[in-house]
Nanobody
Framework: QVQLVESGGGLVQVGGSLTLSCAAS????????MGWFRQAPGKERQFVAT????????YYADSVKGRFTISRDNAKNTVYLQMNSLKPEDTAVYYC?????????????????WGQGTQVTVSS
């Protein structure tokens, strides 16, 4: 069992930056690939970024590539999402998730555990 708690969301102006954190419980965090997804009002939850269990590989949605960076600290059981050059369309609830799988990590169903989400609002 893994419990995930996101933090760091808030209100930011266009072009600003935020860093989201996701703290995981348990001693097996390093076994899990981690991902960030987001859900805007009235829309499906969509993939944002993922990082392998070792942190050696990352992958991003085209919409955030070059602006967002996912990273992890296995010693702290934490995964991060650094978000720069924020746009109004980045407004959403952001969720972190943990997956024992090591492939297909852009797909929601590959993830075993989810956090409760943190709101990010980008104002213009």
């Amino acid at each position: 069992q893994v419990q995930l708690v996101e933090s760091g969301g808030g209100l930011v102006q266009v072009g600003g930056s935020l860093t989201l954190s996701c703290a995981a419980s348990g001693r097996t965090f390093s076994r899990y690939a981690m991902g960030w997804f987001r859900q805007a009002p009235g829309k499906e939850r969509q993939f944002v970024a993922t990082i392998t269990s070792s942190g050696s590989s990352t992958y991003y949605a085209d919409s955030v590539k070059g602006r967002f960076t996912i990273s992890r600290d296995n010693a702290k059981n934490t995964v991060y999402l650094q978000m720069n050059s924020l746009k109004p369309e980045d407004t959403a609830v952001y969720y972190c998730a943990a997956a024992l799988a090591d492939w297909g990590l852009t797909v929601r169903s590959r993830y075993n555990y989810w956090g409760q989400g943190t709101q990010v609002t980008v104002s213009s």
